[in-house]
């Protein structure tokens, strides 16, 4: 018997006992996880910047803040979102009463990545707890400092029945042919296709948080500083390597060389290569793949790299198209490729004929434009005027849709991902109403026919 197999064992034996059913269970879990990321800040954005280059300020603000902010929202929401839901009754089920009851799965696999190491595995963990879910939690081992962390901190928290970090470089097949109750994966879609095969063998239910090339499209009345300003965060943040991050831009043709004026502004102000603030690529592997990207391109604004800090430079492509090779997969990196159009509703038809992205953004200043944009195309989630910011809500859901994944967390979303929605009807001992019980002869069609066909 392998590690993870006696770990799930144990799990779902202390399942059984019903402990993690207990809202103050859950709710003390939480605290001893918050108080955990408190004591360990320093430590946490430390393995940020070693396995990252992150800055402290970028690695509190998009991975500590959004745990503590997920944390405070289910301890003062958990016994709202895992009360009973009475819900009206129909004819059929007069006069009883109708409930819908939220229970735990049991144990669940949290498959996490390495980009945002700690967002994306104590987020779905903290949907897990409140849910009522023991957890076994696989880190990324391209991020070893703080997939490591990370299992120290659990071991410190949390006894193994109950919360489990597996061992950095176990293997991929162990740890998925289990009999988990529930599987969150974070990454891309083509391991994501190997995770929801190996779960439909054991009909285990699956959240696929994957990835996908993502639009932002700009119009011929954006405002376009602050279009580059904001676009210029969001591709930049983590240096690119962001799931939601912008892959490409569609800009309108009339207005594409102000826009690249305004972003080359932007880029040299913030985003210099040399700033100590500013990450690297996570690895060789990925470095190198980017540095390939940019050899196909005659031209481009920037690319210079360097081979000893894994850094890549704000690489603009500005004459890009849906042909070229870095439109092929999903970018990943600092490079932002720039696809010039002439009319809105082309742009929207052709989008509509490529899979449905897990991000996809929109400046403008016309209304019309923007009910285009959400009405006609599908994609997991998005921004008007803004890039990236919906991740930060926790009471929007993330989450995306066809290619880009399936599910979505965040806030009541997460608990209700990992809750199992139970229909209960009590019915009544007093009233015992004939109609359902024989003779069913053409009387009773005819009854049953005048009581349903009515407005």
Known sequence: MTQIESVLNKQKEFFKKDKTKSIAFRKEALKKLRKAIMDNEDKIMEALYKDLGKSRSESYMS??????????????????WAKAKRVGQDLASFPARNYVYSEPYGSVLIMAPWNYPFHLTLAP????????????????????????????????????EYIYCIEPGTDYDQILNQKYDYILFTGSPRVGKKVME?????????????????????DQSADLSLAAKRIAWGKFLNAGQTCISIDYVLVDQRVKDDFIIELRKEIEKNYQMEDETYPKIVNKKHFDRLARLIETEDKVIGGRVDGLTNKIEPTI??????????????????????IEFKDFDQVIDELRQKEKPLACYLFTKISENEDKLISSLSFGGGCINDVVMHISNHKLPF?????????????????????HQKAIVKSSRLIDLPFRYKPFDEKKVKLLKWLYKRD
């Open 63 to 80: 991975e500590i803040a959004i745990i503590y902010s997920e944390i405070n929202s289910a301890l003062k929401n958990l016994h709202k």
């Open 125 to 160: 963990l903290v949907a897990a707890i409140g849910a009522g879910n023991c957890v076994i939690i696989k880190g990324s081992g391209s991020s070893p400092f703080s997939t490591q962390l990370i299992k120290e901190i659990m071991d410190q928290t949390f006894n193994q």
């Open 198 to 218: 190996v779960a439909s063998k054991n009909l285990i239910p699956v959240t696929l948080e994957l990835g996908g090339k993502s639009p932002c499209i700009i």
């Open 317 to 338: 492509f500005p004459d890009s198209d849906f042909s070229k090779e870095i439109m092929k997969e999903e970018i990943f990196g600092p490079l932002l490729p720039i």
């Open 399 to 419: 989450g995306g849709v066809g290619y880009s994944g399936m599910g979505h967390y965040h806030g009541q979303y997460g608990f209700n991902t990992f809750s």
